[in-house]
């Protein structure tokens, strides 16, 4: 895939993330901020296991190939807040303390973003948690199992842990 033809097909501008989403089975979205060029190579920041890194053109070509780029989140904001966007998504270059839960390549588009530091994901998750922990509840209620309402109450803890990381952090 032609990097340079993401650009201009969707008219990409400095602190523009593409969400990104696993060729099959894709369930979670993977967020790369577009930070403008270096000579004539497009440079991307994106926050990954091992840290928050630029991504090369070449390693970008990479990750295409198993991650399909589906959406645009363009930055609003006026140029004066899209350029410190692209500082804030510098600034963070070399960074290694991702985590599934609380930091992740989500909250990092976000922060660049917004300056919020926060998951969509994450909170999907603890809902998740959350409707499971009611249906596992009503279970242990009406069967009377001690099992199944301490499973409730630890799905509770999950749901509710998870949606303050995604938001709180």
């Not at 060029?37 to 990750?63: H, L, T």
């Not at 295409?64 to 363009?74: F, G, S, W």
């Not at 510098?90 to 290694?96: D, K, N, Q």
């Not at 839960?101 to 959350?130: D, M, P």
């Amino acid at each position: 895939m032609n990097l340079h033809r993401i650009i201009m097909s969707n008219n990409l501008r400095e602190a523009d993330a593409i969400v990104l989403r696993k060729k099959i089975l894709g369930m979670v979205d993977h967020f790369a901020i577009f930070v403008g060029y270096r000579g004539n190579n497009p440079i991307f920041v994106a926050n990954y296991k091992d840290g928050v890194r630029e991504v090369s053109n070449s390693e970008m070509k990479e990750v295409l190939k198993t991650l399909q780029p589906t959406a645009i989140q363009k930055f609003k904001g006026n140029e004066y807040q899209r350029r410190n966007a692209t500082r804030r998504a510098l600034s963070r270059v070399g960074e290694r303390a991702y985590n599934y839960v609380s930091n992740n390549c989500e909250h990092f588009k976000n922060w660049v973003h917004t300056g919020e530091h926060r998951s969509e994901q994450v909170n999907k998750a603890g809902n998740i948690a959350l409707t499971v922990a009611t249906g596992t509840a009503v279970n242990a209620i009406v069967n009377k199992s001690a099992k199944s309402g301490a499973i409730a109450v630890g799905l509770l803890l999950l749901g509710a842990f998870l949606k303050d990381v995604a938001e709180n952090n």
